[in-house]
């Protein structure tokens, strides 16, 4: 598909949007998990009174620190981005996202500066059961903050809960718990936490097996182990349900997602599922290539997915540009001449407002409202524009979920050996540990290619896409900021990992 | 039961003006002993402060990080936000009726239909679904 990419403004300012929150993704998902597992550790220290356990908390903590202080902030230049790369979306959805990412801002300060002093200056300075308190409001309130960002996001793959204003060219909130609870902010929200929980439990388990297999700190690895397995088992489980839940509601709202995923070009019914193959990259809608140069598929999985009935329809790639009939499917050109009746009569409307003719304005107005819907369409030149890049849309599906599939069983085997009491003879499992860390990073970032690149071309599904909503500035300016934001991070990402190595190998307090 | 917020040593209820130092005595500390505040109250203060304080001082591997974070809000906010990221809207327009008017332009603006690329007519015109071999 690359030779498809034209490195223009828009694209320079997506990629740039990209490095940016996948840079940020690599400090949130730490935080979002670490903080349960050390509200974990501390609980066990209450209960027992133990005092290992108690530093056993302290040094994951340490580590939980650094990753925040190195992350922090990371975010603050996706705003940026929207205001200068992204002008006219920002004012678009400035109404919608205002009140998610104040309450974010409020909470995040409240919740998380008050009780962070007291989590990290506080042990034998306040009570044992306040300082546990402060670490679970910790805890709550990170992946509180995290809620605010994904409703946010939820809102821009299915736009709920809002009108457009004409007059003020915004989309306007009518009602704030439609947002909030909409299936994908509620899906967002569970997938992207519950990803964190899995990618810190195997964090955890890495670090504390490469002290197996250093036979350092022993007892404190094998106790860290044991909660980050269960924790980890347990995460990685509703990771997968989540998942099907993510894909059950793209098949509702964003087929042409699903399709792309799946590498499914013409809708079948009982629709296969790919286990593993290649695609083949020169497939354009409507020819009559080969979607896969090889594949393996498992039949009707897709529309048990998708529909929870095996032998349902799925529409595909092809069903979706060009229509289907037989299915009820509206094609693309139908959607885009309703786009278009939707932006001529806005013009329209524009127009007569401005020479104060009331009549024609409030009827172009009707007219404008009756086709709104489809308001992005018209901004489209022709059907195969609403096609997503399917290569890296597949790809990136699958490798999230061989991923996500192979952590649970990782997961279960350090568990197995733990309450076998075997697990410091498996040194085998050690490197696997630290691997799956590794591709549990990954697929995390596959994750969110997925739910992005796999909407494309829509900044706001159906209703904006990315050529509209972008600023109208040289990509010279965004170039010059990608590399200079690519440098700035790289340097942050090596810092962070030379102090939390430097930690690591200092180990935690031994307890006499 | 109240939450233990600090182990602080039990001292017998007194007015607060007994806590007050000499120097502070004015605006302040006659406000505060009009308002009736408890030295539970001021005690409580005092060793959130001291938390605060103590905590900053005796930071290890913190001090490099803060180091750090200085240095990252730098870079952020005074060369990335004032010289590379303007808020665009924000600088070339005055008022919001000017942005949403700008905006409103550029959506009510119809783009050409298949610039370059033609628009394949005969693929549109397949909409009983596409009967291709296989997927």
């Known amino acids: 598909m690359i030779e498809h990419f034209d490195l223009g403004t828009v694209n320079w300012a997506r990629a740039q949007f990209a490095l940016t929150a996948m840079y940020h993704w690599i400090f949130v998902p730490l935080t979002l998990g670490l903080t349960f597992l050390c509200a974990f550790f501390e609980t066990i220290y209450v209960k027992t009174g133990k005092e290992e356990w108690k530093e056993l908390a302290k040094f994951w903590m340490k580590l939980f620190g650094i990753n925040f202080a190195i992350g922090v902030a990371t975010g603050i230049i996706l705003e940026f981005e929207f205001g200068t790369n992204w002008a006219n979306y920002s004012w678009m959805v400035g109404d919608i996202f205002g009140a998610p990412l104040a309450i974010e801002g409020i909470a995040a300060f409240f919740l998380e500066a008050t009780f962070f002093a007291v989590m990290f200056f506080g042990w034998d300075r306040v009570s044992k059961g306040f300082h546990l308190f402060s670490t679970w409001m910790v805890a709550i309130g990170s992946n509180l903050s995290a809620l605010w960002i994904l409703v946010a996001n939820g809102w821009m793959q299915f736009p709920t809960g809002m009108t457009f204003n004409p007059d003020t060219a915004r989309f306007e909130m009518q009602n704030f718990f439609d947002v909030v609870l909409s299936p994908y902010a509620i899906s967002k929200f569970t997938h992207a936490t519950t990803s964190g929980f899995a990618l810190s439990s195997l964090f955890v388990i890495a670090i504390s097996s490469y002290y197996l297999a250093k036979k350092r700190h022993v007892l404190m690895a094998k106790r860290s182990i044991a909660v980050a397995a269960v924790f980890g088992l347990v995460s990685s489980l509703m990771l997968a349900f989540t998942g099907d839940e993510a894909a059950f509601i793209d098949a509702k709202h964003q087929p042409m997602k699903l399709a792309a995923m799946e590498g499914l070009w013409n809708g079948q019914t009982a629709a296969p599922i790919v286990a593993f193959g290649l695609v083949n990259g020169m497939k354009e809608p409507g020819d009559y290539n080969e979607p896969f140069i090889f594949e393996f598929h498992v039949p009707g999985i897709l529309s048990l997915l998708a529909n929870r009935k095996i032998d349902s329809f799925v529409p595909g790639i092809n069903d979706l540009v060009f229509g289907n009939k037989n299915q009820g499917i509206t094609g693309a050109a139908e959607k885009i001449e309703k786009g278009r009746l939707a932006v001529k009569y806005l013009a329209e409307y524009k127009e007569a407002q401005k020479s104060g003719d009331l009549a024609r304005a409030s009827s172009a107005l009707n007219r404008f409202n009756l086709h709104k819907s489809y308001l992005g369409y018209g901004h489209l030149q022709a059907p195969k524009d609403i096609v997503p890049p399917v290569s890296i849309t597949f790809y990136s599906f699958h490798i999230m979920v061989a991923v996500g599939t192979g952590m649970i069983l990782i997961f279960f085997l350090y568990l197995a050996f733990t309450a076998r009491g075997t697990l410091e003879k498996q040194t085998w499992l050690y490197p696997l540990g630290f691997i799956f860390f590794l591709l549990a990073f990954m697929a995390g970032e596959a994750g969110w290619v997925v739910a992005e690149v796999g909407r494309q071309p829509w900044a706001i599904q159906d209703l904006l896409p990315v050529t509209v909503a972008r600023t109208d500035i040289p990509s010279s300016n965004v170039k010059l900021t990608f590399f200079m934001f690519f440098v700035t991070f790289t340097l942050l990402l090596i810092a962070e990992v030379r102090i939390m190595l430097k930690q690591i190998q200092i180990g935690p307090k031994e307890v006499k | ?135």
Not at chain 2, 86 to 97: I, M, Y
Request: hydrophobic share 40%; proline share 7%; glycine share 6%.
């Open chain 2, 1 to 135: 039961m109240p939450i233990n917020y600090c182990q602080i040593p039990k001292t017998p209820k007194k007015k607060l003006s007994a806590l007050i130092p000499k120097k502070l005595e004015g605006g302040l500390a006659i406000l505060l002993r009009q308002s009736g505040v408890e030295v539970k109250a001021w005690s409580l203060f005092k060793s959130t402060f001291s938390l605060y304080r103590d905590g900053f001082r005796s930071m290890g591997i913190g001090k490099t990080l803060w180091k750090i974070i200085a240095v990252k809000l730098v870079i952020i906010f005074l060369v990335f936000k004032l010289f590379l990221f303007p808020d665009v809207l924000q600088k070339a327009f005055e008022t919001d009726g000017q942005r949403s008017e700008h905006v409103a332009s550029i959506l009510a603006h119809m783009p050409p239909k298949c610039p370059g690329n033609p628009c394949r007519k005969d693929m549109l015109n397949k909409s009983q679904g596409f009967p291709l071999k296989r997927r």
